[in-house]
């Protein structure tokens, strides 16, 4: 694993998404050995499972720049391997190892819900869970999913957008219902996204329910005419309808229970009408207290994510607790986990990415947040003492060796690189833009790193 010959620092790296690569890039430049631990067997993250599966040309564009980060010999890659309390390795092992800081990039592993009766039934599912299904990440690519014909998505950002691009353009649903428990004006997805089911959006419809909730916008200022103008700003580039589904919008509707249809499925989901109340320069939702049932047999949360609690850091509001009065921010933002029953950072470990800031923008965004990281993580390490090229070596070795103990194939570049080739030979086979192995077995097998029976 010798990268260099020089003195230098070793710093572990959680998560290849975004942030983590990028960070790994700006550590990497500045002399530092960095070990990229990542949980799936490809890098890449969200830029690889979470952005549409069918934007081939922006998917390989990434890919291509991870390839160019990675091929640095300063950063070494381990796939496959889970990091947390009941991990392969804790991140205080990766502290008893040698690692002198520690850089979590992890993203939002988990789902946020609203804690609504009938969230247990058949026909409930979370975005995030959906999104990795179709961009075929293991295990989420091996679940079975019960589309039914007319579909609720609660939230209305990007997110809510690509699950209704799935059910409009792929499954050819009935109805795709997007609902909101604020109003036309506070819509958070962008008007790219929307071109994507602009033409099936049920315009009459909109009108309606604009006209429905005209006077609550009124009372707080806002202008409904903009508003309509935004969401339909798309269809100047929309993409041809390729099904009959109808998409359209409940807005000033809160979720209060999911419906059981008596066999444990969805049987509708009913809501709460609202108002819009001013607060700090914006709006919140209050209840008015009248319900209604919207008729659907499928409920998915668009709502969000939050950190994985497992992975060992306090959590609070769904987000890593960072320190309020960072040592080594960046435009004010901190980056350094900390330890509020101790009052105190905990030394040597940053976050960064969704992992510092739970869903929070896109591929650009984490880039930037990642190498914002790495930039606190140098600054920590200008207090460190810089290990000779013998130290260095001898403590990537015992990391490899330990993750070679744990019994899990773990893999590395040169594996990584040779499913790649696999898998870009199979897409030329079968004469298609791109072709993904659905299991982790396959991959492994596909590497030649098959696991015994």
């Not at 036309?184 to 962008?190: A, D, G, S, Y």
Request: charged share 25%.
């Amino acid at each position: 694993m010798n990268s260099g010959t020089e003195a230098g620092n070793l710093v572990a790296v959680v998560g290849a998404g975004p942030a983590g690569i990028y960070a790994s890039k700006q550590l990497a430049d500045a002399g530092v050995r960095v070990v990229l631990l990542n949980r799936d067997i490809k890098p890449g993250g969200l830029a690889e499972y979470g952005i549409y599966h069918d934007k081939h040309k922006m998917k390989e564009g990434l890919r291509k720049q991870f390839r160019q980060i990675l091929a640095n010999p300063a950063i070494h890659y381990f796939g496959n391997v889970t990091i947390g309390a009941e991990g392969t390795l804790s991140l205080q092992d990766l502290r008893d190892l040698g690692c002198q800081a520690i850089l979590v990039t992890v993203g939002a592993q988990g789902t946020k819900w609203l804690g609504l009766a009938g969230e247990d039934l058949q026909g409930v599912y979370h975005a995030k869970d959906i999104v990795y299904h179709y961009n075929q990440l293991p295990p989420f690519s091996e679940q079975k999913f019960y589309i039914g014909r007319r579909a609720a998505l609660i939230g209305v950002g990007n997110v809510m957008v690509d699950v209704a691009h799935w059910l409009v353009r792929d499954l050819g649903i009935d109805e795709v219902i997007a609902v909101a428990r604020r109003g036309p004006t506070e819509v958070k997805f962008t008007k790219k996204e929307m071109e994507s089911v602009v033409a099936n959006l049920d315009v009459a419809a909109l009108d309606a329910e604009i006209a429905r909730v005209t006077p609550l916008m009124l009372d707080v200022g806002q202008d409904p005419a903009q508003a309509r103008d935004f969401i339909l700003s798309a269809q100047a580039k929309g993409e041809p309808a390729t099904s009959d589904t109808v998409f359209r919008f409940e807005f000033l509707s809160s979720p209060t229970a999911i419906i059981d249809d008596g066999h444990g499925r969805v049987g509708g989901l009913e809501v709460e009408d609202t108002k819009l109340v001013p607060r700090n320069n914006d709006t919140s939702a209050r209840g008015l207290g009248t319900h209604r049932v919207l008729d659907v047999d499928t409920v998915v949360f668009c709502i969000g994510d939050r950190v994985d609690e497992d992975l060992g850091l306090p959590v609070e509001w769904n987000e890593f607790v960072k320190n309020p009065a960072p040592r080594y921010s960046t435009d004010g933002v901190s980056y350094e986990a900390y330890d509020p029953v101790a009052s105190a950072p905990i030394d040597g470990v940053f976050v960064a990415g969704w992992a510092r800031k739970a869903s929070d923008g896109l591929v650009g965004v984490a880039r930037k947040d990642g190498t914002q990281g790495a930039d606190a993580v140098l600054r920590y390490l200008e207090t460190a003492p810089k290990l000779d090229p013998d130290t260095l070596q001898q403590r990537e070795q015992q990391l490899a060796q330990r993750l070679a103990q744990s019994g899990e194939p773990v893999v590395r570049k040169a594996d990584w690189q040779r499913l790649e080739d696999v898998e870009q030979a199979e897409a030329a086979r079968q004469g298609l833009e791109e072709f993904k192995f659905g299991s982790n077995e396959e991959m492994l097998a596909a590497m030649g790193m098959a696991q015994p029976a």
